[in-house]
């Protein structure tokens, strides 16, 4: 588990305080932080729980199982901030992008939480493509016509789940899912539906030439706004006396709140994750949002954009080496001299996003002899994500031109810094280390207290940085050649049938 290293004691904790909850895909963590953004020492819980996949393409999550993980931890936390739980004025949320579940006419789940990770929309997305105009889809929704976005994932549950789907009387992320059942009542923040593919970014709303085309009524949608759930039901307030005054803020997007967290918030600045997937995201304070070909755009917020690309292969990618080679030491591996002959690799384990956005692509080795070692090959894979990396910086620079430095964050790049000097090679630019720890945990804190008025904006917590990684020359001439490589494969493979 990574802790913010930047920490107070609950007696040191200045008030307001926010709980902060990140409910990942697989991971689950609450904390307090205080005024200043500083994590509150021992007010911390957590309750990971592995992605459902029981069919192939399936990446789900239990909503009611999640919910009630929530609900445990949110009781520890106070328990364990004491008499200082009454301190906490803001409970701020960050939940993955692209997330739905149906609900019946109870509030009940009528589906588990599709995740940005389930593929079994490729063959929807696939015919949204033949039926739609993606460019003018993206130019309007920032999003692509792909298995990740509710509109391919709805099409799909009502051609596979035709039953749920008739008894479904409103669709939502995990985040809105959890505050319905607090407050009773249904709330979408911008920067949640904007992730959606359903919303238009330019009018802050529902996109409804989207959702005719994917016959959705726009009412089975949350009603979008930014503002707190402030009314607990009884038995929630019962449950958590030191919360009933606190303005719980809906749900907003977790890479939205890691760039929140690692101070990554100009559009001169850019936040370069690396987790299980990956991604490169700049934020600008704007009403007309860039458009990021091969890339996406959503929102912070009502009043900010976030544009960048997104990764399907990054930390995945080193976890499945670690798994099929248990005895690599992958950092050594790395480190080799290349002879120019080496094995070349296309990582797309887990599909692709950008910048081909191929729900279908699969990982390729080239180069293979009698002769090539495990470390050659796992070598090849670790390459082969920076070299992904580096295609995402080149789209995401030319449509947001400016920016002047990259701040590496995510769990696999604080616990692997010798990534980051990979990232720096792979790009041909400096990468400075995040060392603000829990990123979007302290992301949504960050927001949250900016709302409250106790930051008078998101730049003003403080951003801990570490060491600058600076692009070695003598690699960096190897791994564009090796980029050259990469797309030489790519494009080989493009005609090649599927089975």
């Known amino acids: 588990m990574i802790v913010e290293p930047h920490q107070v004691s609950l007696r040191q904790a200045r008030a307001p305080l926010v709980l902060a909850i990140d409910i990942g895909t697989s991971g689950l963590r609450a904390f307090v932080f205080d005024a200043g953004a500083h994590l509150v020492r021992g007010c911390v819980a957590h309750d990971d729980r592995p992605v459902g996949t029981t069919s192939p393409g399936e990446a789900t999550v239990d909503p009611d199982e999640r919910t009630r993980a929530t609900f445990g931890a949110i009781d520890r936390v106070l328990r364990s901030a004491g008499r200082r739980a009454s301190d906490i004025a803001a409970v701020s949320v960050s939940t993955f992008w692209h997330s739905v579940l149906g609900i019946d006419d109870r509030g009940k789940p009528t589906t588990p939480v599709l995740t940005w990770a389930d593929t079994r929309a490729s063959a929807a997305a696939a015919a949204l493509r033949r039926d739609l105009d993606q460019v003018a889809v993206h130019a309007r929704t920032g999003c692509m016509l792909h298995a990740s976005y509710l509109p391919a994932k709805l099409a799909y549950l009502r051609a596979a789940h035709a039953d749920a789907f008739r008894a479904s009387v409103g669709w939502m992320s995990l985040g809105e899912y959890i505050a319905l059942r607090v407050f009773g009542e249904r709330?979408?923040?911008?920067?949640?539906?904007?992730?959606?593919?359903?919303?238009?970014?330019r009018a802050k709303s529902w996109d409804?030439?989207?959702?005719?085309?994917?016959?959705?009524?726009?009412?089975?949608?949350?009603?979008?706004?930014?503002?707190?759930?402030?009314?607990?039901?009884?038995?929630?307030?019962?449950?958590w006396p030191a919360l009933a005054g606190a303005k719980w803020y809906p749900a907003i997007g977790d890479g939205a709140c890691s760039n929140l967290g690692c101070g990554a918030v100009t559009p001169g600045t850019a936040a370069l994750m690396v987790g299980t997937s990956g991604a490169l995201r700049v934020?600008?304070?704007?009403d007309d949002p860039p458009n990021v070909p091969g890339g996406w755009t959503y929102r912070v917020d009502e009043r900010r954009a976030i544009a960048g690309g997104a990764l399907s292969n990054a930390g995945n990618v080193l976890s499945w080496l670690g798994r099929t080679f248990p005895k690599l030491d992958l950092r050594s591996v790395v480190s080799r001299a290349s002879s120019g002959g080496d094995p070349i690799a296309l990582p797309l384990l887990a599909g692709d996003r950008s910048p081909t956005w191929d729900d279908g692509a699969r990982a390729a080795i080239a180069g293979i002899g009698?002769?090539?070692?495990?470390?050659?090959?796992?070598?090849?894979?670790?390459?082969?994500?920076?070299?992904?990396?580096?295609?995402?910086?080149?789209?995401?620079?030319?449509?947001?031109?400016?920016?002047?430095?990259?701040?590496?964050?995510?769990?696999?790049?604080?616990?692997?810094p010798w990534l980051l000097q990979l990232l720096a090679d792979a790009l041909?630019?400096?990468v400075v280390a995040s060392n603000a720890g829990e990123g979007s945990a302290r992301g949504a804190a960050i927001w949250g207290l900016e709302r409250l008025g106790a930051l008078r904006d998101i730049g003003a917590a403080p951003a801990y940085l570490g060491r600058t990684y600076r692009p070695r020359p003598e690699v960096v001439a190897r791994f564009q050649a090796g980029a050259r490589r990469q797309r030489e494969l790519e494009r080989a493979l493009s005609g090649v049938p599927r089975a």
């Not at 949350?222 to 607990?232: G, V, Y």
């Not at 934020?283 to 704007?286: A, I, R």
């Not at 002769?371 to 030319?398: H, K, N, Q």
């Open 208 to 239: 409804r030439p989207m959702l005719a085309a994917v016959r959705v009524d726009e009412r089975t949608l949350s009603p979008i706004a930014d503002e707190a759930h402030t009314s607990m039901r009884p038995a929630f307030r019962r449950r």
């Open 428 to 430: 041909d630019r400096p």
């Open 187 to 201: 709330r979408a923040s911008h920067g949640m539906a904007s992730a959606t593919g359903l919303y238009a970014q």
């Open 283 to 286: 934020v600008l304070e704007t």
């Open 370 to 416: 009698l002769g090539t070692s495990p470390d050659e090959i796992a070598g090849a894979m670790v390459e082969g994500v920076a070299y992904r990396y580096a295609m995402l910086w080149a789209l995401v620079d030319a449509a947001v031109p400016g920016i002047e430095r990259s701040i590496g964050t995510g769990g696999w790049a604080i616990a692997n």
